[in-house]
């Protein structure tokens, strides 16, 4: 039965000389309490409820309504969930405004420190769980008032240790470009040795990937004896945080042991206003982060860690979004990095965008028909079992934020490959509810952001430069179908003169994180890119080197 008489008064208390708040009201209902409803929201078919408004100048006190005119995920309207008790809670997640250089305003969720979590930033007003009823007849009018009493405290910065060194500067390209003070830091692995050999010079090894708190896989103590096993749903494995703790204890163990090559590896944090990271690129809505990173950040760290600090001696290794940024940064900045190692990489080919053609396809979220749309899906296992499609995700991206700023994937792909629309905001490759497709926006994303466009259109001036640097690995059963993209970008570099002299290689029946490894499952090798990568790229530097350049130094 419709409940269109439910909806929701959401309000907060606090100090009255306070600023009016800018952000996204989300309602959050859940049929369990396994969890705080906040934290159940996914693209899995477990997925609780989310209805979302935008804000502007919410005083303290002030009641946000939220009834059947709200936009939800998976259910599209409060009017249309069923009868029943529920677990309600609600969240405000807070925008600031960024006066940009290039003159338009926009309001956005400045990164915190958490990586761009709504459910966990700090400063995000929330209510507690509550345990609700909603009645079963329509006549019953129900307005269920709810207070935002608590905040998310602040996030502790990661410590300083021997071997791991945190750093962050103040990027002038990103002030300049948001109107504000931008950060950018960076986890800096020392290699063993390093205060005992001051007068050596090191390669710099760059892992892209996601926001990470601290330098990730790295444990100078053994697993955690008391630990309390838990269950990796996605691996299927018994005590897969006591897996974790040994494989990065194990590397403590090889990054310090005798014939492991001596570089600095690094992880960079850049985490920005619409996502945990920036895809390392200069774009027209994040700004110039390419440069940033390249040009600023990287030679800071090789000047205050004696890096060698020429393109020669980097080299550039990731999966999924950090694939992506490690093909691209090499594609982008083909003089100053030495190599990529890119594994199950976000779509480097726009013809398979997922499952979507962004230059042929008129509808992203079906394949039509005559007579029938059959929804494309986003996420599959390794049998081909499909638990969401390319529609829900961007419905739950729609809930939980207009203007591409949900936080999650497709919304950053439009914001770092899409040009600034009229409202300052990002230019939708498609229409977020109907998904049809804007084909003019498609080409600004061919010329810019399709690598395997790029390298192709480019290969005369790129192909001198890139010989021997690329390796792609990716499972033929990635979760995501980044496989198909692959396929496409590896017809090209087969058929390229000067031939690309890379690699290019696949995993039986391999989910999404497969990096190349034969030997051990993707529970496994996710844990490993360190280990693998910098060996491999040392390896093969001896042919990628400039001749005359000491190779020997760092090698003790």
Wanted: glycine share 8%; aromatic share 14%.
């Amino acid at each position: 039965m419709s409940n269109t008489n439910v909806s929701f008064l959401i309000s907060y208390t606090s100090d009255k000389s306070e600023k009016p708040l800018d952000g996204r009201m989300l309602l959050l209902l859940s049929k369990n309490d396994e969890d705080e409803p906040r934290f159940q929201i996914s693209d899995r078919p477990n997925t609780q409820l989310v209805f979302g408004v935008d804000v502007e100048n919410l005083n303290a006190d002030e009641e946000v309504v939220i009834d059947g005119s709200a936009f939800g995920y998976p259910i599209e309207s409060l009017a249309d969930i069923p009868p029943g008790e529920y677990f309600v809670q609600a969240l405000f997640h807070l925008y600031e405004t960024f006066y940009r250089a290039d003159g338009h305003v926009v309001k956005l969720p400045m990164d915190r420190g958490e990586g761009q979590q709504w459910n966990r930033a700090p400063g995000n007003l929330y209510s507690q769980p509550a345990r609700i009823n909603i009645a079963s007849h329509s006549n019953i009018k129900q307005k269920i008032k709810i207070n935002l009493d608590q905040v998310i405290p602040p996030i502790e910065p990661p410590k300083d240790s021997k071997y791991i060194k945190h750093v962050k500067i103040r990027s002038e390209l990103l002030s300049k470009f948001w109107g504000r003070d931008i950060y950018l830091g960076a986890h800096v692995l020392l290699p063993e040795g390093f205060d005992k050999n001051p007068e050596v010079r090191y390669p710099l090894a760059i892992m892209h990937g996601h926001f990470p708190h601290d330098f990730d896989g790295f444990r100078t103590i053994p697993p955690d004896p008391d630990l309390e096993p838990d269950y990796s749903e996605r691996f299927q494995l018994e005590g897969y945080n006591k897996i974790v703790q040994q494989e990065a204890y194990d590397f403590y163990k090889i990054w310090t042991g005798p014939d492991f090559p001596r570089v600095l590896a690094i992880e960079i944090q850049h985490a920005n206003p619409y996502y945990d990271d920036s895809y390392a690129v200069n774009s027209e809505n994040l700004g110039p982060y390419g440069d940033a990173i390249t040009y600023e950040l990287v030679p800071f760290i090789e000047k205050k860690f004696r890096g060698i600090g020429e393109g020669w001696a980097r080299f550039t290794y990731g999966g999924s979004t950090g694939g992506w940024e490690a093909l691209a940064v090499q594609v982008k900045y083909p003089d100053e990095y030495n190599g990529c190692y890119a594994a199950c990489p976000d779509p480097i080919d726009f013809r398979a965008y997922v499952l979507t053609n962004i230059y042929e396809d008129e509808n992203a979220y079906y394949l039509k028909g005559d007579f029938k749309n059959v929804l494309h899906p986003v996420h599959r296992n390794y049998l081909g079992e499909v638990n969401a499609t390319i529609q829900s995700t961007n419905h739950r991206e729609l809930a939980l934020g207009t203007k591409n700023r949900s936080g999650d994937q497709y919304d950053i792909w439009e914001a770092v490959y899409s040009p600034v629309g009229e409202d300052g905001y990002p230019k939708r490759l498609w229409d977020k509810y109907t998904g049809k497709i804007d084909h003019s926006v498609a080409e600004y994303w061919r010329e810019n952001y399709d690598l395997a466009f790029i390298m192709k259109r480019d290969w005369k001036i790129l192909g001198p430069k890139l010989k021997g640097k690329i390796h792609i690995y990716c499972g033929d059963m990635d979760n995501y179908y980044l496989n198909n993209a692959v396929y496409l970008a590896e017809e090209f570099l087969e058929s390229t003169d000067p031939y690309y002299d890379g690699e290019v290689d696949y995993g039986d029946r391999a989910e999404h994180c497969w990096n190349g490894d034969h030997d051990n499952p993707n529970a496994i090798s996710r844990l490993r890119y360190h280990r693998m990568f910098i060996p491999k790229w040392t390896e093969e530097l001896e042919k990628l080197a400039p001749k005359g350049v000491d190779l020997s130094s760092w090698r003790y």
